[in-house]
């Protein structure tokens, strides 16, 4: 895991060396990207079946044959260790309470005429959420961006995933039962994309899609964009930490672990203006690494993304933070409110030492699908609000129609729309013909 001292000659370089992916945008995913969503697009259930067949080695002659049976999910749930399912639970119970709070609500005011003016809002009628399930299966991941979908509203809400092999979690069975999801296929890649985008001849097409993914599953959600809408393109996960050396050492050394174990690619960064702090991390980093089980995807993910970072201060800290915009930030700091201020950039904020990452990756309560790869400088989490639509609501009654009209009109002139300026003028002819009536 490689030293970086802000004070160093080439510590910009090195940054943007560092915070760049090799291969986000491969051409050959790409290339064989589109291939899958045309061939889904034309083909439906059998381009489906045919790669499903292929990438995952599921062998079905029915789509309906790879759609999760609820009872079947309802005994996973029942199954499950009596620890686990409570965890299930509880995590399902926080997850709702804090979504509940984000509900938008439409509104009306009247303008100084007497005119109606506000916002209708409204819940999307069917999405598709994408959960991963490659390297890992992740019932976190229904629990996040299903929930949300279902307190704004959502009605049809359509769950893919792969399952190589064949082999189905037990624990994502139980997450499907808990969150009350009732179509769910095991569906995974580009293909599923493209049943969600396009339809097939057994699955409708739905309005949107969320949720995290690979490359290949990146890179289709980009490609259907404006036939259907998405949430982000998500990269791997991250996580930056300002430490001011007061956090035990090994609660930092744990934090770096559990996001570098997610992928070979994952980003793992300290940010510390304590030198002897830093170098203690490197230290306990060597002599804990061969303890954990994914030790290969920790050193690989540490080796080629990872870095410990030396700063001058805390000031300065907040500003490599904000070059990088992570996913996860961690202030553990003693007093992370005086930090607050300053950071601009950030997917979620994780206050103090006890504020794990990991704690929000289950049950803390926000979704954990979270803007990446530096997007959180425009993106924000999943939340209601991205299963929520908004239209703009106008009634006006006649009140100022002339000054209305008039200014519409000079305008609509200005711009070359004479069109659109006799529309607005037409309506002080019909306000004065209705007074004089």
């Known amino acids: 895991m490689r030293l970086m001292h802000t004070r160093d000659a080439g510590f910009d370089t090195d940054l943007d ?12 995913v ?4 589109t291939q899958i969503l045309a ?6 259930d059998a381009a489906v079946l045919e790669h499903t067949r292929r990438l995952d080695r599921v062998v079905c002659t029915e789509l309906e044959d790879l759609r999760f049976d609820p009872a079947e999910c309802e005994q996973a749930y029942r199954s499950l260790d009596s620890a686990l399912r409570d965890a299930l639970d509880h995590a399902v119970v926080r997850i709702r309470d804090f979504h509940q709070r984000q509900r938008q609500e439409g509104w009306t005011f009247e303008d100084e005429y007497g005119n109606k003016l506000g916002q209708r809002v409204t819940p999307l009628k069917r999405v598709g959420v994408y959960v991963p399930g490659g390297q890992a299966s992740y019932p976190s991941s229904v629990l996040m961006t299903v929930i949300p979908a279902q307190v704004a509203g959502v009605r049809d809400i359509v769950v893919t995933m792969p399952t190589p092999d064949g082999i189905k979690n037990p624990s994502l069975m139980a997450a499907f039962h808990v969150a009350g999801v009732t179509q769910a296929y095991a569906i995974g890649g580009a293909q599923a994309i493209g049943a969600l985008a396009y339809g097939t001849q057994s699955l409708s097409c739905v309005h949107k899609i969320v949720g995290p993914g690979g490359a290949f599953v990146a890179a289709a959600k980009r490609q259907v964009f404006g036939r259907v809408g998405i949430d982000i393109i998500a990269g791997p996960s991250e996580v930056l930490i300002i430490a001011d050396g007061t956090t035990p050492v090994d609660w930092v050394v744990l934090d770096l672990f559990s996001q570098a174990e997610h992928d070979p690619v994952a980003q793992a960064i300290l940010v510390s203006p304590d030198e002897s702090f830093v170098q203690a991390v490197q230290t306990r980093i060597e002599q804990m690494i061969d303890a954990q089980p994914r030790v290969d995807i920790i050193r690989a993910s540490l080796e080629r993304r990872g870095a410990l970072i030396v700063t001058r201060d805390l000031t300065e800290a907040i500003a490599v933070s904000n070059r990088v915009a992570p996913e996860h930030l961690e202030l553990a700091v003693v007093d992370p409110e005086a930090l607050m201020e300053g950071i601009e950039h950030a997917g979620a904020i994780f206050m103090g ?3 794990a990452e990991v704690l929000g990756d289950y049950a803390a309560g926000p979704s954990h699908v979270l803007p990446t790869y530096g997007t959180a400088r425009f993106s924000s989490p999943l939340g209601v609000y991205d299963f929520q639509k ?9 009140g100022g129609v002339d000054q209305l009209s008039m200014t519409s009109a000079l305008l609509a002139r200005s711009e070359g ?4 300026a006799q529309a607005a003028l037409a309506r002080i002819r019909k306000a004065h013909d209705s007074a004089a009536d």
């Open 17 to 28: 060396a560092l915070l760049t992916l090799d291969g986000a945008e491969d051409e050959t």
């Open 30 to 33: 790409v290339s064989i990207v």
């Open 39 to 44: 061939d889904v697009r034309t083909r439906g």
């Open 353 to 355: 030492a006890y504020s």
């Open 390 to 398: 908004r239209s703009s609501v106008l009634q006006i009654n006649g």
């Open 417 to 420: 729309l004479e069109a659109h």
